[in-house]
């Protein structure tokens, strides 16, 4: 089949090339010609796992533009633009109604647009009326990908969801995507249908369930500071319940990415809309926990620190979770900049982090006393403290004992509760677990 993919960042760049894994004819728009470029190419603009080996294997039928008109060919049409928070909180729909409004005069009769992006419930139902007069049908398809394991979300995917608009349409619309995953749908994928409001819920829901567990259990993990309690050891009693299950239960400095803290803030600005805004309360406790994770880093520090004036503290980790490059509202590199606007000096190390997080630092006035490497053991040389904020593998696989040899002090504070304590302890380290001593 032909199909078009317009948004090509994160999600849109790796469907677009899991559609072509599936045998079907791709072309991928963007408005960023650089994204396109670099795309076109086979080079991909961020660090996914296996997704520049996908790029260069397709590159016969997957081709990239900056120009619309070529969605004219195609007859599928998947929406993948990013919803980012807007300074209120909600989701900002800019992207998503633009990328509708531009490719509404190449919809021709039989069509199928999906939308794949982040939205607030309501938003198929109003989209339905511009799609729809062209003689397209509208469907709404939620994505559920983890970075670092996009390309194997995407093409085995737990569940596919499929958001039909009532009657006749929606039997049509479904009929046309299960030939697009027709590949995904013969692994016996659980597909399931449903109307518009409830697909566009799965996904919010989905994320905030996965947040608020999270944050229960930097939640127990604040109880177990001040009891001695070791929550790890409290996360693998209570995970044994198959009912709660121990996925998502790793306490630390919480969770950060592009999703997560913006689809929980995105979904109670719109419960509020919607005149439900207690329904979602608790999700204000979720991201006050959540946040209250990196001021514990920095408090933990002072405590053995005395003030941080001064001090040099190494941060491992700057994107928001190992093997990515995304540092959008990395718990990470808050950290690093909080450190360094209480005085300290900071060497922020990331296997792939370092590079983007370059920008940003420059941007937050911070270049001075805040630089970023991909040597994690350059940067915790004469550093008085080591925080390990993300927990990347090159990170937990380090010789604690040479990695004391090159500092100050020996002091860490493991954000992630992915050290081995014992050994840390043994090399002479004081060492400081979230909700773990
Ligand atoms: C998430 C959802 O998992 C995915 O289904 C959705 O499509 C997009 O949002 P992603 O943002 O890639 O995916 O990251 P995820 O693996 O969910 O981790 C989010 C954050 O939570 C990370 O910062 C991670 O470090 C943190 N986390 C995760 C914890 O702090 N503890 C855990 O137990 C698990």
Redesign the pocket.
Known sequence: MKISVIGCGYLGAVHAASMAELGHEVIGIDVDPARIESLQQGIAPFHEPGFDALLKKNASHLTFTTDMSAAADASVHFVAVGTPQAADGSADMTYVNSAIESLTPYLTKGDLVVGKSTVPVGTAERLAAHVTPTGAHLMWNP??????FAVEDTLSPDRLVYGVPEGTDGDTATAVLDEVYAEILAKDTPRLVMNFATAELVKVA??SF?ATK?SFINAMAEIADVTGANVTQLADAIGYDTRIGRR???A?I???????PKDIRGFVARAEELGVGQALSFLKDVDDINMRRRTRVVDVLTEELGSLDGKTIAVWGIS??PDSDDIRDS?ALDIAESLARSGATVVSADPEGWKPAQARVERAGLSASLTTTSDHRAAVTGADAVVVATEWKVFQNEAPGAIGDLMTQRIVVDGRNCLNVTAWKEAGFRYRGMGRA
């Not at 994505?143 to 670092?148: K, N, S, Y």
């Not at 919480?254 to 997560?260: K, S, T, V, Y």
């Open positions: 994505e559920f990908l983890r970075e670092g989905a994320n996965l999270i998502f239960l790793n630390g919480g969770f950060g990415g592009g999703c997560l928001f979770k718990p």
